[in-house]
């Protein structure tokens, strides 16, 4: 903000709602040369931490400022607070917050950014801006930011993601274990290391098979979890037939990276008592045949099929139509974020409209623990 704009500004609140009583005298004291250029003039948090506590105090000088009616008071914490909210993404990365937190970061910061631009706006408008949605705004701002400082340990700690999981609830009206269930992909080939499983992206612990299946029972235990998909790595064969004796009657257990939509090691796996689910994907084995050869075997083990698409992926949408021809109950085709994806459930409304009344949606009848787990 210029230091013409923020003259402006200063002159604006003096003509608008700025003429009374204590409110004309604070406005008549302040100073619109008293404002930071750079962040030299700031008194800058080294630490992401020092950061969201440095928001919150900027937070409640503004709040202040408007409750005691004097709003030209507000303007040396939200110009600092600009400078701040710049630094923070910055901070985040210096102290080790995950690269999918930043997004609240910059999220934040994108939100008080609008409000500046708000102010402008009502200042070229001539018009008072509204500093109490600006604090308000803030407010939000900050918690979301709180969000974002917890530590990655205690981020991954699945009491903290099946409350936000039962966070949902009220304004869905969907209900946890009923209308909404948790599927995992834990990507277990991508955490072993040299026989033991590595939890790199929280706090570097390891666990043996033994103990990754035990930490499954766990959360089954505790939360709706109905599937989980490659559990353990894709060449812990033993640790797999005991991940199925332990939990095979309980949940949907899914073989991927040890199966690999593979019709020969998908016909190995079931006699060993390898799981009980494979996934499909037509681009892995690189065939129809092989993929339907793959889906038989599957089924002939009493095994369930869950169609899916793959890394690099494109807009074509051919496995919605597959995964209804071969009546496999379950289609896994990412979150409807991208338009690769969002193209396979919209085929799939295609095909619910041209099948009417004779289609028929599987619900939770493919998952095992429906059948009394």
Not at 200 to 214: G, W
Not at 238 to 249: C, E, H, I, N, P
Request: charged letters at 25%; proline letters at 6%.
């Amino acid at each position: 903000m210029s230091v013409a704009l923020r003259r402006s500004l200063a002159l604006v609140l003096l003509s608008f709602g700025c003429s009374k009583g204590p409110v004309a005298q604070t406005a008549e004291h302040a100073d619109p040369d008293d404002v930071p250029t750079s962040e030299a003039d700031v008194d800058m948090p080294t630490t992401f931490e020092q950061g969201v506590k440095r928001v919150a105090e900027y937070r409640d000088q503004i709040r202040d400022a408007i409750a005691a009616g004097a709003p030209t008071k507000a303007h040396r914490p939200l110009d600092e607070l600009e400078f701040v909210l710049e630094k923070l993404p910055y901070l985040a990365r210096q102290d080790g917050i995950p690269k999918r937190q930043w997004e609240t970061v910059v999220v934040a910061a994108e939100d008080i950014s609008e409000l500046f631009s708000q102010v402008h706006s009502a200042i070229d408008e001539h018009r008072p801006p509204d500093y109490a949605s600006v604090a308000k705004s803030i407010q939000e701002a900050i918690e979301r930011l709180q969000g974002a400082q917890r530590s990655p340990k205690a981020l991954m700690t699945p009491t903290f993601c099946a409350g936000q999981f039962h966070s949902c609830r009220a304004p869905t009206g969907f209900e946890p274990g009923k209308d909404v269930v948790l599927v995992l992909d834990p990507a277990a080939s991508e955490l072993c290391a040299d026989g033991q499983y590595v939890f790199y992206k929280s706090d570097h612990s390891t666990r043996s098979s033994e103990q990754m299946i035990a930490l499954y029972q766990r959360w089954i235990a505790s939360f709706p979890i109905w599937s989980i998909e490659d559990g353990l790595a894709e060449n812990d064969w033993v640790g797999w037939q005991a991940l199925t004796q332990r939990l095979g009657d309980r949940v949907q257990l899914i073989g991927d990276d040890i199966f690999v939509t593979n019709p020969a090691i998908i016909r190995r796996g079931v006699p060993e008592g390898i799981g009980n689910a494979a996934l499909i994907k037509l681009n892995q084995i690189g065939t129809v045949s092989e993929t339907l050869e793959a889906i038989t075997v599957a089924r002939q083990g009493g095994f369930g099929t869950v169609v899916s698409h793959r890394s690099g992926e494109t807009t074509d949408d051919f496995i919605a139509d597959f995964a209804v021809a071969t009546s496999a109950g379950q289609i896994k085709t990412g979150a409807p974020c991208r338009g690769e994806r969002v193209t396979k459930y919209n085929q799939l409304l295609r095909i619910g409209e041209v099948l009417g009344p004779s289609a028929r949606y599987a619900g939770a009848s493919p998952f095992v623990r429906t059948k009394g787990g």
